[in-house]
Nanobody
Framework: QVQFVESGGGLVQPGGSLRLSCAASGFTLDNYAIGWFRQAPGKEREGVSCISRNDGTYYADSVKGRFAISRDNAKNMVYLQINSLRPEDTAVYYC???????????????????WGQGTQVTVSS
């Protein structure tokens, strides 16, 4: 059973940084693309970044240049470094997995599964 535990969120001022972590269990991480998603109050969940099995990456336009995704298959961990935070980045952040036959793919960012409880990121002065 695919399962994730997200951590690393918190309250930060605009312009600040956080490093989110995603611990995977119940499966072999390196067989899957991993995505980071977020859901703000009153909004639908959106995909912000993903990483393929061969470490190809994708970023939504809203986070490009500010977020960086990485994975450590040996530790079964995925990370999201988020910099230059803005109030509109406030959301609960989740990670999830999806199998793609092609090692280089991680999009489209639908059909991912294994949702954890998420980690809250709040950007406010």
């Amino acid at each position: 059973q695919v399962q994730f535990v997200e951590s690393g969120g918190g309250l930060v001022q605009p312009g600040g940084s956080l490093r989110l972590s995603c611990a995977a269990s119940g499966f072999t991480l390196d067989n899957y693309a991993i995505g980071w998603f977020r859901q703000a109050p009153g909004k639908e969940r959106e995909g912000v970044s993903c990483i393929s099995r061969n470490d190809g990456t994708y970023y939504a336009d809203s986070v490009k240049g500010r977020f960086a995704i990485s994975r450590d298959n040996a530790k079964n961990m995925v990370y999201l470094q988020i910099n230059s935070l803005r109030p509109e980045d406030t959301a609960v952040y989740y990670c999830a997995a999806k199998y793609f036959m092609q090692w280089s793919r991680c999009i489209p960012m639908d059909g991912y599964s294994g949702w954890g409880q998420g980690t809250q990121v709040t950007v406010s002065s």
